[in-house]
């Protein structure tokens, strides 16, 4: 037994002792060994980037950090999908015109883990280690606004999407100087409910079922505020903690109300067991809305019950967009037909737009890219057509979706419409 | 609040049971704090669906391939990993079945995703009606398999010559040893049988709600409070912890919010922990209570609850 | 072992050339390396905060994700709503946590082995139910701190690494005092130690205050690290998680095993996989679990053992392997 433990301790500090001198030559220096493996790992996965046309100049070194593994972990490979497809086009295309030079853009991409402190870290090592001139967001106010912050201290221009726009200007008293947000406005999002229930028959009663997360509170704020103007009454709301199982006495209470509208904006597992509660109670809603749970994978989750649910979506064929149906075709095998693959376009207009402002700036200076940015008009992207205000705010049109099969065709507004809305909701029919 | 509500949240804590189960014996027998448990649930959940996508049969069908399947690679992972460090130190067991669980979480997600999945049938999909009330069918189901795994278990302990060769090597493993128990034997079964009823309790966990790869952590938070409130290693203890904490989660859901309704488990969990270290249903004499919940090894924490 | 005033002054005097190097550090090396360090500084204080009451006072608390929220929050809120400084908030977040520490050991200190970690973990999960819906501290949205009244880079690092230090020499010194030896004490068997007239409850809470103020200074400085926070964040049980498992994997009751705990599962275990993400936590689990099978009692009890060994086979004399180890050692192994 001696014996064995020495050898064990032997082979543990000879162990210990190679780690040790692998991160010693590691870390020495500024262009250090673990951040050249980074952008090596990196500029293998968008490897296809690289083979671009005639570029010439160095590398810009664009860096995001995405959702892979976590809680969000659904949305990272779509972000990530659109980031390399929107490089290697450029790319394909000589690559962006600084001051004269073709230079090809290069991305590094680490995974958050969907932790807002890991979101800061690995922010703050692509500026350190990857030297990325600008950063490229990722998903949610949790995970987009400690990303907004470190570029606001670093002074690194930055931007996101997929990140309702209000909440993520509320971060921010005094306004955000290097962050930029291009989505949705919640005022509108929240509207889209009351405006694409109108077209069918219901008797304009909603119950709403929200969470303590920080969408949850405000949206169903908005609800409550919105409701009375688009001739809506809300006749109950119930607030769950994220992670809540038992949702049958709370089923029972919307069906007790005759709600013909219900507005859900809780987390996917907890969608599910709400769904399955209302599936089980027989509580068969004119419309339903899983919204944040049913953006992605809602199909997967509840199985047939997600027949007829309906969310808010950003991008439709015809919202003014140039390029993006091509995206979309290129993706909706992988990432579905439907917001899955709008996630893509998303990603994909966002370095469009920091491409655009690279060119106009004639410079790769942070500060130079920055006031470009803020200057962006009617830049025509895959995602719609883009003007950034003076509140660092771009504001993309809303439409409403809703799961068909495992496609999620756009329902309203009527002129953008690919399907008619099922009424009342199939998949929950007793 | 009605007596629907109560009723339903009472029926679902025997899901709440049936997950904090193997938790129990674990800990009961071997003394280990199994931080892998909400994995293995959550693994048993995952080859179900693996199953029920190439084969169209009930969820619970599914149990007699993915019961023995996870009971041989829970064995397997005692004898090769576990039974090295038990009895090393109270810490080691911990650390290592830390690590098993990220190797879980990391697992799934490379496979499964991140996305809650389900599976569906038809008695997670209906609800009857019982003198008036809506009864989900879905909690019966799981109060019933609760109600049977627990009955089961504790004969077994209780009657059978294996069970108390159990009983043995968890009171007393010397003396056990020296009257021919095999301890790693015992221990390795213990595992075994403990995860496949957390197997079991995951087939009724993703049909009637979902998994995902990230539930890992609460499902075993959910467990320590079950087994908590029953009474550490006390096999029926472990319904009426699960029954107390769908009760009251439903009670001060529907009286003042659910969001009230994790802190006031958790508080009824403390001042539980507080009154009766031992559980609800354990008869402690008043002074200095020994606690079985502490390694035999002197060198460790002392287990005095004054 | 409570060791000669010059043989303390000693061991704090390399803790004081270690912070001296430290603080010397930001400007003279590079940015990326300076953030990796600030971030395992970040883990040695939580870790060795953790130690104290973890470790030394072999009591498993899962609750002090508390005082890291408690800590965090006390500094937002004195910034934000009381208009002060950060260096008065940093301590704030300390003295908050450790208050909330002296009212939470009346009842937890009651529960003793698996009681009280799992006690410890309501409690976690109660603070964490009570922030998401607390109005006045925002919520789930949690508090924005403004960017101009927070320390400069250098600075934010230089406060971060002499808060790192402190916890180890707290730590130290602990282990070198009768105070130290009383824990340990009623940490190896409870009974005796009450029996030669220590008080078990009464060392337990005196250590899990100071672990706990320890961990609302290293929280403050989280706080001002991340500008803004929220509470899944701030609260989440994760942070006592991995400080738990820093700890055990270094050495629990150690000085250095905090400290190599931390470098382990911080920097060659999370960040050296950071470029695998869907594969890191898989060979995250498989790391752990390798080290803590090769070394069942840390990588400290690990080196103990092997110096022992070493020892009793160059002169076999009449060592006590018992000896804490002097500081150089455990850097050689």
């Known amino acids: ?430 | 609040m009605t007596a629907e509500a109560l009723v339903n949240g009472a029926l679902l804590g025997g899901l709440y049971a049936l997950v904090a189960l193997g938790l129990s014996l674990v800990f009961g027998i071997m003394r280990v704090v199994n931080l892998a448990h909400g994995i293995i649930v959550i693994a048993g959940a995952y080859f179900a669906i693996v199953i029920t996508r190439q084969v169209p049969v009930d969820p619970l069908l599914t149990f007699l391939v993915v019961g023995p399947a996870i009971f041989l690679i829970a064995a397997l992972t005692q004898r090769l990993l576990l039974q090295r460090l038990i009895g090393q130190s109270l810490e080691a067991p911990l650390v290592a079945t830390f690590g098993l669980l990220l190797v879980g979480q990391g697992l799934f997600t490379y496979v499964f995703g991140t996305s809650p999945l389900s599976m569906s049938a038809p008695w997670a999909q209906n609800s009857i009606s019982v003198f008036g009330m809506s009864i989900l069918t879905v909690n019966m189901v799981a109060f019933a398999l609760a109600v049977a795994v627990i009955i089961a278990t504790q004969l077994v302990l209780t009657r059978t010559r294996f069970g108390a060769a159990l009983r043995a090597s968890a009171s007393d493993p010397e003396t056990a040893s020296t009257l021919g128990v095999n301890i790693n034997k015992m221990h390795a079964l213990t595992f075994g049988i403990a995860a496949s009823i957390a197997a079991l309790a995951g087939i009724v966990y993703g049909t009637g709600l979902s998994v995902n790869p990230n539930d890992a952590l609460p499902m075993l938070v959910l467990g320590f409070t079950v087994v908590v409130m029953g009474g550490v290693g006390n096999v029926p203890g472990t319904l009426v912890g699960g029954v107390l904490v769908g009760v009251v989660a439903a009670a001060v859901g529907g009286l003042i919010g659910p969001v009230y309704s994790p802190i006031a488990v958790n508080v009824l969990l403390l001042i539980l922990l507080l009154v009766r270290p031992r559980g609800l249903f354990v008869r402690t004499t008043p002074r200095k209570p020994k606690t079985p919940a502490v390694t035999p090894n002197a060198a460790t924490p002392a287990e005095v609850a004054a | 072992m409570i060791g000669s005033p010059k043989r303390i002054a000693s061991g704090i005097a390399v803790w004081l050339v270690i912070l001296g190097v430290l603080l010397y550090l930001p400007g003279h090396i590079g940015r990326g390396p300076q953030e990796i360090l600030l971030n395992l500084l970040i883990w040695i204080g939580l870790a060795q905060a953790w130690n104290i009451i973890g470790g030394v006072g072999g009591q498993l608390s899962l609750g002090h994700s508390v005082f890291v929220g408690a800590g965090g929050y006390t500094l937002a809120m004195m910034m934000i709503k009381g208009g002060l400084s950060w260096p008065l908030a940093v301590i704030g977040g300390g003295l908050l946590s450790a208050l909330l520490a002296w009212f939470l050991a009346l009842p937890l200190l009651r529960l003793s082995g698996v009681y009280f970690t799992i006690g410890t973990s309501a409690v976690a999960i109660i603070a964490l139910g009570w922030m998401v819906t607390w109005d006045w501290t925002g919520e789930a949205r949690g508090l924005n701190i403004p960017l101009d009244a927070l320390p400069s880079k250098t600075l934010k690092f230089q406060l971060i690494a002499f808060l790192a230090v402190l916890c180890c020499v707290v730590t130290y010194l602990i282990l070198h005092s009768s105070f130290g030896l009383r824990l340990m004490a009623v940490r190896d068997d409870e009974g005796a130690a009450s029996a030669l007239g220590v008080s078990p409850r009464g060392v337990k809470a005196k250590a899990f205050i100071v672990s706990a103020f320890l961990t609302g200074l290293m929280g403050s400085t989280i706080a001002i690290n991340q500008a803004s926070i929220e509470p899944y964040s701030m609260f989440n049980l994760r942070w006592t998680v991995t400080a738990l498992v820093m700890v055990i994997v270094g050495g629990l009751g150690t000085v250095w095993g905090p400290v190599i705990g931390a470098f382990i599962i911080y920097y060659l275990v999370d960040r050296s996989l950071q470029d695998q993400p869907v594969i890191q936590a898989l060979l995250s689990g498989v790391l752990i679990i390798l080290v803590i099978s090769v070394a069942p009692d840390g990588v400290v009890g690990l080196a103990r053992s092997a110096w022992a060994k070493v020892r009793a086979m160059r002169d076999a004399s009449d060592g006590d392997p018992q000896e804490p180890l002097t500081p150089g050692v455990v850097a050689h192994a």
């Open chain 1, 1 to 430: 037994m001696n014996r064995r433990k020495s050898v064990a301790a032997v082979s543990t500090v000879a162990a210990l002792a190679m780690t040790l001198a692998a991160c010693g030559s590691s870390s020495g220096g500024g262009s250090s060994s673990s951040a050249a493996a980074t952008s090596a790992s990196a500029s293998a996965s968008a490897s296809a980037s690289d083979s671009g046309g005639g570029a010439t100049g160095d590398p810009i070194v664009l860096g995001t950090t995405l959702p892979l593994t976590g809680p969000l972990g659904v949305f990272g490979p779509p972000i990530q999908a659109g980031y390399e497809q929107a490089v290697a086009a450029i790319n394909a295309a000589g690559g962006v015109d600084v001051g004269g030079t073709k230079r090809p853009l290069k991305l590094v991409i680490k995974d958050s883990k969907s932790d807002p402190t890991v979101v800061t870290s690995t922010t703050k090592s692509l500026i350190t280690d990857d030297q990325a001139v600008a950063l490229l967001g990722s998903v949610t106010p949790p995970l987009t606004i400690p990303f907004s912050v470190v570029a606001d201290q670093e002074q690194i221009p930055a931007i996101s999407s997929l990140t309702p726009t209000l909440a993520w200007k509320g971060a921010s008293a005094a306004g955000w100087k290097y962050a930029y947000d291009v989505f949705v406005d919640e005022v509108e999002q929240t509207a889209v409910n009351f405006q694409a229930s109108d077209l069918v028959e219901n008797n304009k009663k909603v119950y709403l079922f929200t969470d303590t997360e920080e969408d949850g509170k405000a949206m169903g704020g908005l609800w409550e505020q919105q409701a009375s103007k688009y001739g809506y009454t809300i006749v109950g709301r119930s607030n769950f903690p994220p992670g809540t199982t038992d949702f049958t006495q709370f089923v029972q209470k919307a069906k007790d109300s005759g709600a013909d509208v219900v507005i859900a904006q809780i987390i996917p597992p907890d969608a599910v067991a709400l769904w399955k509660a209302m599936k089980a109670l027989k509580y068969q809603p004119k419309t339903a809305w899983p919204e944040k749970a049913g953006t992605v994978g809602f199909n997967q989750a509840v199985g047939p019950l997600a027949e007829g649910a309906s969310v808010f979506g950003w991008w439709a064929p015809k919202n003014g967009n140039e390029g993006g149906q091509a995206v979309y075709d290129a993706n909706k095998a992988q990432f579905g037909d439907g917001l899955g693959t709008a996630c893509v376009i998303a990603a994909y207009a966002m370095v469009q737009i920091m491409a655009d402002a690279i060119t106009r700036a004639g410079s790769t200076e942070p500060d130079a890219i920055n006031t470009a940015l803020a200057a962006t008009k009617d830049l025509p992207t895959v995602l719609a057509k883009i003007t950034i205000g003076p509140d660092h705010r771009a504001v993309t049109p809303v439409n409403a979706v809703q799961w068909q099969g495992d496609a999620q065709p756009i329902v309203w507004p009527a002129d953008q419409a690919t399907a008619k809305m099922l009424a009342p909701v199939p998949g929950l029919a007793p």
